[in-house]
């Protein structure tokens, strides 16, 4: 895959992750106006809501992708993804509001009671945006991408922004107000974008058996596999409190920079390596398998040491010094950062339809994270929580790449290959001139 070819798609994606970036530093201004406490609880709703549409995401709309590839199945293919996308949402939702008493004492939470009441309403909203986006996602349309998350993002920060100025930023209800209409606002977008791709019907051969074959293994693995990212929130809560989960959240919107940025490597890396794959174009995977590597590896290890190093103290007069402890947890997460390039694997092991080996892999993860998260409660090492979200990504990326590697038999100095490309074109330049 030549990066040429693709150079429209890079550049919107890479702009839509600048929006990721640009409205986390709104994410401060509501940060800094709201009390450690009422963030904290947010970000309890916000995990939850996340996690619950990935868990879709794996069982109902990865299915889009890799079986929409074919014109002649995407009525079939849309019509099922809807059904159990909004089966399992609404299950989902609508099981936490029926338990949240139990829930609360589970959790030891006692605020859990709000986000199980908002959490349904908050489904409904976010649906229609994760089924469009997936389309959106299919082809491969990073423009539409950057228009539906500008809306997305734009409405919150104008929200954010009247909402201060009226001395309104305060509670709870203010904060999901501004969250709810953005994400009302995107769906209605993404709906509009892709109104043309929007077909239902029954025509077609693609079976709910084998869609849901290759679905719910998938769905298991991101579950799991995002079970440290989104759902730690509630062992800290449990151990240390809603305050520390609210001096957290800040650390990990700050890391989620970096999950931004494989992601927009993931959204040109899954497509592209289920062509080939289907096409049997193995000596391609390899090549797109170690340039995706390689050209990732390097940056983030440089990135991670300034960060080390104090560059990540400049965060603390934007955060104010109430939320100075967001830094050590930032500290923290960003050795996660070192085995992003190598998670990346995840997403050719879908691609190769082989989503019980991710299953086991992800289930691998969470056992050690989440007696890693254990440790740090029982010790009482608030500062060190993040470590559960950082073995986890270590763990899950060496576990995929060592299995990638076996199953497509490329050497380790192939990760280098994307440099040695560079100096061959640098050389050749050099001869034209």
């Known amino acids: 895959m030549k990066l040429t070819a693709h150079l429209g798609k890079i550049t919107w994606s890479l702009a839509d992750k600048v929006l990721y970036v640009a409205f986390g530093l709104v994410q401060f201004v509501q940060i800094a106006a709201l009390p ?41 293919v849309n019509t099922m993804a809807l059904v159990i996308h909004a089966i399992v949402v609404g299950i989902a939702a609508g099981g936490i509001f029926l338990f949240r008493e139990p829930l609360i004492h589970v959790f030891r939470v006692p605020q859990f009671g709000n986000v199980a009441a908002l959490l349904p309403l908050y489904c409904l909203l976010s649906l229609p945006r994760m089924f469009c986006l997936k389309i959106i996602y299919r082809e491969m349309r990073m423009k539409d991408l950057f228009v539906a998350d500008s809306i997305w993002f ?13 001395n309104r930023l305060h509670t709870l209800d203010d904060i999901v107000l501004i969250d ?106 390899q090549i797109l ?59 050719i092991i879908a691609a190769m339809g082989r989503s019980t080996i991710i299953v086991r892999f992800s289930a691998i ?37 060592i299995y990638v590697r076996r199953e497509l038999h490329f050497p380790l100095r192939a990760l280098g290959r994307v440099y040695g490309d560079v100096r061959s074109a640098i050389a050749r330049r050099g001869e034209t001139t």
């Not at 734009?154 to 009226?166: D, H, K, S």
């Not at 995706?292 to 300034?306: E, H, N, Q």
């Open 36 to 76: 450690a406490e009422v963030y904290g609880v947010f970000a309890l709703l916000v995990a939850l809501n996340t996690w619950i549409m990935i868990v879709s995401d794996g069982s109902a709309l990865a299915g889009i992708i890799q079986y929409g590839v074919h014109p002649e199945e995407r009525r079939r």
């Open 154 to 166: 734009g409405v919150r920060t104008i929200l954010t922004f009247w909402f201060i100025a009226n």
């Open 180 to 285: 709810f209409a953005g994400m009302a606002a995107s769906s209605l977008a993404t709906m509009a974008l892709t109104r043309k791709e929007l077909i239902f019907g029954w025509s077609g051969s693609i079976s709910f058996g084998t869609y849901l074959r290759y679905g719910v293994p998938l769905a298991m693995a991101t579950a799991l596999n995002s079970a440290p990212r989104q759902l730690d929130v509630y062992v800290i809560a449990a151990f240390f409190g809603v305050g520390v989960v609210g001096v957290y959240t800040p650390a990990k919107n700050l890391y989620r920079f970096f999950e931004q940025a494989f992601d927009a490597v993931i959204t040109l890396l899954y497509p592209a390596a289920v062509r080939m794959y289907s096409q049997n174009r193995m000596e391609d995977l």
């Open 289 to 347: 398998i170690t340039k995706a590597i390689s050209v990732t590896l390097v940056p983030t290890i440089m990135v991670v040491i300034a960060l080390e190093a104090g560059l990540s103290r400049l965060i603390i007069p934007i955060l104010g010094t109430k939320y100075a402890a967001a830094v050590d947890h930032f500290n923290v997460l960003t050795i996660a950062a070192l085995g992003m390039p190598f998670l990346l694997m995840s997403s």
């Open 365 to 401: 993860g969470l056992l050690v994270s989440g007696g890693v998260l254990f440790i740090v409660g029982e010790l009482g090492h608030p500062l060190l929580v993040g470590l559960g979200l950082v073995t986890n990504t270590l763990v899950v990326g060496i576990l995929c790449t």
